[in-house]
């Protein structure tokens, strides 16, 4: 069953700051402008589940699996869209918010692409 | 509306930073929320000891934005909003065990960010 699926409607102007230590902030459309300028912002939809070790999360076409996760990320993802991708394989999440995941090429991430979590 | 109180807010056993003084005056007169839920207890707490008025960030911006907010309150875990409103000039009160961290660590001092925060480490100044 899919945790969450939606697609991304805007890139943050700040968002590339992260991107570029492989660092994928998510945050739903609904957050305040200051948050959605360091995201990639995403049109908020439900959440079924939870993200767990080895879940699959399918973004812009790249396929990542997540390896670790913090003991906030869940909470922080459904109570306000906001999610923390760090693309480093981690096999223990550095921070409470982090979902680190293992990937084989680096998502290029545009506005229209879409996120599928299952 | 000029008798707003001062609290001083220390780090958790497991925190980092601070300690802040939050001082609300007329300008700076909301204790933004920026946490999943409402308000949580740790701004009620800061708005209840200063006279200064919770608000929740995630739903609205407060009139006067970032100059209208004597500190954020929020539950990032690590990344992200732990920057942004130092970054904004805010005083930043995490209520989750975080260091500075991420691409905008530089802005997070321990002048402007404490972390660790239960309602606990609230205390009159």
Not at chain 1, 37 to 51: F, M, Q, S, T, Y
Not at chain 1, 67 to 93: M, P, R
Request: proline share 5%.
């Amino acid at each position: 069953m899919s945790i969450y699926s939606s697609n991304i409607v805007k890139l943050g102007e700040q968002s590339e700051l992260f991107l570029a230590e492989g660092i994928v902030v998510f945050f739903g459309d609904n957050a305040p402008e200051e948050l959605q300028d360091v995201a990639v912002v995403h049109e908020l939809k439900p959440v079924n589940g939870d993200i767990v070790v080895g879940t699959t999360i399918e973004l812009s076409g790249e396929i990542l699996k997540v390896t670790s996760i913090g003991e906030v990320a869940n909470e922080n993802f459904k109570n306000l869209g906001h999610l923390v991708l760090k693309l480093d394989s981690a096999q223990e999440a550095a921070l409470p918010g982090d979902v680190s995941c293992s990937y084989s090429k680096i998502p290029d991430i545009v506005v229209g692409d879409t996120i599928n979590i299952y | 509306m000029s008798d707003y109180k001062k609290v001083k807010v220390e780090a958790g056993p497991s925190g980092w930073g601070g300690p802040l003084e939050i001082s609300p005056n007329a300008e700076k007169k909301y204790i933004v929320c920026i946490t999943g839920g409402g308000i949580h207890p740790v701004a009620q707490k800061i708005a209840d000891m200063t006279g200064a008025e919770a608000f929740d960030g995630f739903k609205s911006s407060p009139e006067g934005s970032f100059k209208a907010m004597a500190c954020a309150v929020i539950d990032c875990g690590g990344t992200a909003r732990i920057g942004v409103y130092p970054m904004k000039g805010v005083p930043t009160v995490d209520i989750h065990d975080t260091t500075p961290a991420g691409p905008l660590a530089q802005f997070i001092k321990e002048e402007n960010f404490v972390s660790g925060v239960s309602e606990d480490q609230i205390t009159e100044a």
